[in-house]
């Protein structure tokens, strides 16, 4: 299974673009890459999947290089509302099942 | 369209004590899932059942049990509740297991 790597944190202000970098350097051929959100004192919340290139959902936007060693989530416009946990995961396709590994997440800190 | 419910949301235990968390789900799901998260941390998978009338280990499945008891309900239990699981407790379900998961609001135990 894929190891991800995000920074712990991070700060914005409401209405910027915030970028958040994961890094999966061992992703193997057949994974998928999927983003999470969590608000405090609720359960994590699906955002966006993809394979390659790029994938833009009316939330975010999920680019993934050729190489697919990494993937950045894009959020566009941030506000206050959008501080939160985000977590990327890595999972195979093919499987009937994967056991998906949460790590710690990154916490964005919206500022007004 | 109530989703995943867990019931109940708070709960204390006095160590030795037993406790069965439930968790139903409406959406049809074949897969199912138990996490727990501790402060400041993220989600380690308990114990999932890819299927009804399947379930398996995660990552940290001592000191606890689980019953698929049919294809809307996922139940966990501690037998002999002890300080260490102290924790919330959230479950989530997935139409398949590569699917993404739709979590509950989490049921906050705390066992002194």
């Known amino acids: 299974l894929a190891k991800t790597t995000q920074p712990i944190s991070m700060d914005s202000y409401e209405g910027q673009e915030v970028n958040i970098t994961c890094s999966h350097n061992?992703?193997?051929?057949?994974?998928?890459i999927t983003w999470y959100q969590q608000f405090p004192s609720q359960g994590p919340r699906f955002i966006i999947q993809?394979?390659?290139t790029k994938v833009t959902n009316e939330v975010a936007s999920l680019f993934i290089p050729a190489d697919r060693k990494s993937s950045t989530l894009s959020l566009p416009r941030v506000s206050l509302s959008d501080t939160a946990v985000y977590y990327c995961?890595?999972?195979?396709?093919?499987?009937?099942?994967?056991?998906?590994?949460f790590g710690s997440g990154t916490k964005l800190n919206v500022k007004p | 369209n109530a989703g995943v419910t867990q019931t109940p949301k708070f709960q204390v235990l006095k160590t030795g004590q037993s406790m069965t968390l439930q968790c139903a789900q409406d959406?049809?799901?074949?897969?199912m899932y138990w996490y727990r998260q501790d402060p400041g941390m993220g989600l380690r998978l308990i114990y999932y059942?890819?299927?009804?009338?399947?379930?398996d280990k995660g990552e940290v499945p001592n000191g606890y049990n689980v019953s698929r008891l049919n294809k809307r309900e996922f139940s966990l239990r501690l037998e002999s509740a002890a300080p260490s699981q102290t924790s919330v407790y959230f479950c989530?379900?997935?139409?398949?297991?590569?699917?993404?998961?739709?979590f509950g609001d989490g049921t906050r135990l705390s066992i002194l």
């Open positions: 989530a379900s997935s139409e398949t297991g590569n699917q993404p998961q739709h």
């Open positions: 061992n992703i193997a051929t057949n994974d998928y």
């Open positions: 993809g394979y390659k």
């Open positions: 995961l890595v999972g195979d396709m093919r499987d009937n099942f994967n056991k998906f590994y």
């Open positions: 959406m049809n799901h074949n897969s």
């Open positions: 059942s890819a299927s009804e009338g399947t379930t």
